[in-house]
Nanobody, 111 residues
């Protein structure tokens, strides 16, 4: 059974940084693509970033290069480093493998 668990969310001031973690069990992140999504209040869930099994990364253009996805194969964990955070980044952030979602972690950016 595949499980994903996000952590690292919190409250941060605009301009600050956070690093989210997605701890994965049941599959090997070094051989599987993991996606990050987010859902802001009153909005649809949107795709944020992907790291493929081969390590290729891709990002939503709206992020303007502020987010970086990476992974630690030894820890079987995927990370989302976020810098220059804006109030518009406030959302619940989820990681996903195919159709399996984590429970999400709340990120709140205050102005």
């Amino acid at each position: 059974q595949v499980q994903l668990m996000e952590s690292g969310g919190g409250v941060v001031q605009a301009g600050g940084s956070l690093r989210l973690s997605c701890e994965v069990s049941g599959i090997t992140v070094g051989a599987n693509g993991i996606n990050w999504h987010r859902q802001a209040p009153g909005k649809q869930r949107e795709w944020v970033a992907t790291i493929t099994g081969s390590g290729r990364t891709s990002y939503a253009m709206s992020l303007k290069g502020r987010f970086t996805v990476s992974r630690d194969n030894a820890k079987n964990t995927v990370f989302l480093q976020m810098v220059s955070l804006e109030p518009e980044d406030t959302a619940v952030y989820y990681c996903k493998w195919i159709t399996t979602w984590g429970q999400g972690t709340q990120v709140t950016v205050s102005s």
